[in-house]
C-alpha cells in the first residue's frame, strides 16, 4: 500500500513556523526534496516523490499534516474475478434484516458486479478461475459473518430475491404483451393492484409493453421486482428515467419493504434519494474496469459524506484527489448578468392529445437555467422549441445564432469519438485550454479510438456532453446530461456547465431531475407545472429559492442544507423540521 502526506491548506500558517515541513523532508529520488514552496508562500507536496515517512508530520506545529494510504489492490479478500486480466473485486456489502442498505460509488467500480453475486446470479468464485465454487465453499469464506447466514440461506432456497437491474431499456425484448400480463405472470390480481396504486401504474396496465417510455419501463421493472422478490430485494439504478415526483414515490416505496424481516439493497447515483432511501452506506472505490473495493458499513449521512471527501477513515485511503463540495449560497442569489438578453415570446405548441404554453421570458449570458417538471409536461418540447427543431403553433421556428443542442437520448453514429470531437471542436481540438477544460475532466481519453456504436451508456452521455460543449455557441442545449452519470461525473459537468457559462458568456438551458445537480449547477430555474401528457405550462426562469419552492411545494417535499458538504437532503415526512419549513413556506431549504 503506497503512503504519502497531505496538506490541509486551511490549518497551515507558514509565516508563523517558518515550514519545517520542507526543512527535514528528506532527499528522495536523485535528491529531490518531496516537499516545497509554492509561489503563494504554502508548501506543496509532490505525491510522486513523497515516500510517507512521516517526519514531515512530527516537525509540524499545526496538525496541518497527515500520511495517508492510496488506493491499491489487496492482498486478501478476494472475492470474484472474470479473467486473469480483468476487473477484481474486494469484500462485498452485506444486507441486514429489516434495513435499507444503499452502495455509492463511481461507474465500472463493481457496483453491479456485487448486486449480481448477491442476487445469486453469480456464484463468487474466490478469485479461483476455472473451478466451481460451491456456496458451501463460499460460506465458508465468509465464517461468523452476516454473509455467511445469507449465502447458506440462499443457496437452500429459504430466500427468493428479487432483483432489478440496471438496463430496463431491453424489458421490451424479453417481455411480450400488455403490462397487466407482465406483472400478472409474477402474483395474482390483487397484489398486481396493490403495486401498481402504489407506484402509480394504474393507467399503464392495459397498455404494451413496447409503447411505454423510460419512466415507464423503469416503474414497471420496480413492480416486477417487488412482485418477483420474497425477503430480498435489489434495486440497481431506480431513479434512471424517473422525474423528482416519481423518485420521490419510488424511493418511499422501497423503503417500505424493508418492514419485518426484508432485506433491501439500492444503488444509485441521486445522492438525495440515496440519501432518503438507505439506513447503511457501503462505499466502492478503487481503479475502473481493473479492481474495486467495498468499503463500510457507514451511516448513511457519515458514508455519503465521506464520499464526497474522497477519503475513507475506516482504511486511511485516500481514493480521490480533490473533494466534491456544494456552496453554501444565499437561495436568492441572483442570476448573472454578462451581456444583452437573450428574448423569447409566448408560445403554443400542441400536439394530439398535448398542449404546452410557454409564457414569455428572457436570459442573460452567464446563466445555467434549469429546467424542472413531471415527465411528460413539455420539457423537452421547449428545448426543441428553442434550438427550432419544433415549431410553435403560429408556425415561426425560433432562430437565435449559435445554438449547440444535446438531445435526451443521444445517437450512437458510426464514427470514433476522435472523429465527432474533432467534428464539433474544429481547431481547439489539438489546443492545450481544450483538453484541460474539457477532454481530461470527462476522461474520454481511453475510448478515443473507439466507435460510438461500441460505447455503454454512460459513455456514449459523456461524449455528447463533450461534443454539445466543444460547439462553440451562444446557447447550450442540455437534456437530461446526468442519466447513466455517476456522482463524480455528474459533479464534472456541473461544473463544465458552470465555468462555461461564465467564461464563454453563453446561456445554458438544463433539463435535469437530479437535485443535487441542479443545486450545484443552476443560477436560475424554470419551473414546468400541469397534467403529464394532457398539458404543461412553462414558468418564465426564476431565482432558485422561488422557483425551487414552487416545485417542492407540488410534490410536498422539503430540503435541508448538510452542515458538512452543504449538499441538499430531503427532510423526512413529518419530522420537525418537515413541518417548519411548510409552515413557513421556505421548501427549498432555510434561509442562513
Not at 516537525?59 to 478476494?78: A, G, H, M, Q, R
Not at 399503464?204 to 420474497?230: F, P, Y
Request: charged share 25%.
Amino acid at each position: 500500500m503506497i503512503r504519502v502526506a497531505v496538506l490541509d491548506l486551511d490549518k497551515c500558517q507558514p509565516t508563523k513556523c517558518g515550514t519545517p515541513c520542507v526543512t527535514y523532508c528528506p532527499p528522495v529520488r536523485n535528491r529531490i526534496d518531496a516537499i516545497k514552496i509554492a509561489e503563494n508562500g504554502y508548501p506543496v507536496i509532490d505525491e510522486v516523490l513523497c515516500i510517507g515517512c512521516g517526519i514531515c508530520v512530527a516537525k509540524c506545529p499545526f496538525d496541518v499534516i497527515s500520511v495517508v494510504k492510496l488506493p491499491t489492490e489487496l492482498e486478501s479478500d478476494l472475492i470474484h474475478q472474470y479473467g486473469v486480466n480483468s476487473f477484481r473485486l474486494y469484500r462485498l456489502p452485506y444486507m441486514e434484516a429489516g434495513k435499507v442498505t444503499g452502495i455509492i460509488g463511481r461507474n465500472g467500480i463493481g457496483k453491479s458486479t456485487a448486486m449480481k453475486l448477491i442476487a445469486g446470479q453469480l456464484t463468487p468464485n474466490l478469485g479461483r478461475m476455472g473451478e466451481v465454487v460451491s456456496y458451501e465453499e463460499v460460506g465458508r469464506h465468509f465464517r461468523g459473518t452476516l454473509l455467511q447466514d445469507y449465502f447458506t440461506r440462499l443457496a437452500s432456497g429459504e430466500l427468493r430475491v428479487g432483483y432489478k437491474p440496471q438496463q430496463v431499456d431491453v424489458i421490451p425484448k424479453v417481455a411480450k404483451g400488455r403490462v397487466r400480463e407482465v406483472l400478472m405472470r409474477l402474483a395474482d390480481e390483487s397484489r398486481v393492484a396493490q403495486i401498481s396504486q402504489d407506484l402509480q401504474l394504474t393507467h399503464l396496465l392495459d397498455r404494451e409493453v413496447s409503447a411505454l417510455s423510460g419512466g415507464e419501463l423503469q416503474k414497471l421493472a420496480i413492480a416486477a421486482t417487488i412482485l418477483r422478490g420474497r425477503s430480498v430485494y435489489i434495486f440497481d439504478e431506480p431513479s434512471s428515467y424517473l422525474d423528482i415526483k416519481q423518485r420521490m414515490v419510488v424511493a418511499s416505496v422501497i423503503r417500505g419493504l424493508s418492514a419485518g424481516d426484508n432485506r433491501v439493497l439500492v444503488c444509485d447515483h441521486d445522492l438525495a434519494v440515496l440519501d432518503y432511501v438507505s439506513d447503511i452506506i457501503f462505499l466502492f472505490y478503487g481503479e475502473t474496469s481493473v479492481y474495486g473495493i467495498v468499503s463500510g458499513p457507514y451511516g448513511v449521512r457519515e458514508g455519503i459524506n465521506t464520499y464526497l471527501e474522497g477519503y475513507t477513515p475506516l482504511e486511511n485511503v485516500r481514493f480521490r484527489n480533490y473533494k466534491i463540495t456544494f456552496q453554501a449560497r444565499s437561495p436568492q442569489l441572483e442570476e448573472v448578468r454578462a451581456g444583452e438578453p437573450i428574448y423569447w415570446n409566448a408560445m403554443r405548441k400542441s400536439y394530439d392529445g398535448f398542449r404546452l404554453s410557454v409564457s414569455e421570458g428572457c436570459v442573460y449570458p452567464g446563466n445555467v437555467i434549469g429546467i424542472v417538471g413531471q415527465n411528460g409536461i413539455g420539457k423537452s418540447t421547449f428545448i426543441k422549441l428553442l434550438a427550432g427543431i419544433e415549431a410553435p403553433d403560429d408556425g415561426e421556428r425560433l432562430e437565435y445564432r449559435e445554438i449547440s443542442y444535446k438531445p435526451q437520448h443521444p445517437e450512437a453514429v458510426d464514427a470514433t469519438v476522435e472523429e465527432v470531437l474533432r467534428r464539433a471542436a474544429g481547431d481547439k481540438f489539438e489546443g492545450e485550454s481544450y483538453r484541460s477544460e474539457l477532454f481530461d475532466p470527462l476522461r474520454l481519453n481511453k475510448i478515443i479510438d473507439r466507435r460510438l456504436t461500441e460505447l455503454s451508456g454512460g459513455e456514449l452521455q459523456k461524449v455528447a456532453i463533450a461534443e454539445a460543449l466543444s460547439r462553440d455557441a451562444a446557447i447550450y442545449l442540455l437534456d437530461e446530461p446526468s442519466a447513466y452519470l455517476d456522482v463524480e461525473e455528474r459533479y464534472v459537468v456541473a461544473k463544465l456547465m458552470k465555468r462555461m457559462a461564465i467564461d464563454h458568456k453563453s446561456c445554458i438551458f438544463l433539463v435535469e431531475h437530479d437535485i443535487a445537480v441542479l443545486d450545484f449547477a443552476a443560477t436560475q430555474i424554470m419551473v414546468f407545472l400541469g397534467r403529464p401528457g394532457i398539458e404543461g405550462f412553462a414558468q418564465p426562469p426564476t431565482d432558485l429559492r422561488t422557483g425551487f419552492n414552487a416545485l417542492l411545494r407540488e410534490l410536498g417535499v422539503t430540503f435541508r442544507r448538510d452542515p458538512a458538504t452543504n449538499r441538499p437532503r430531503i427532510n423526512k415526512p413529518g419530522s420537525r423540521l418537515d413541518r417548519e419549513q411548510k409552515a413557513l413556506g421556505e421548501y427549498y431549504y432555510l434561509s442562513s
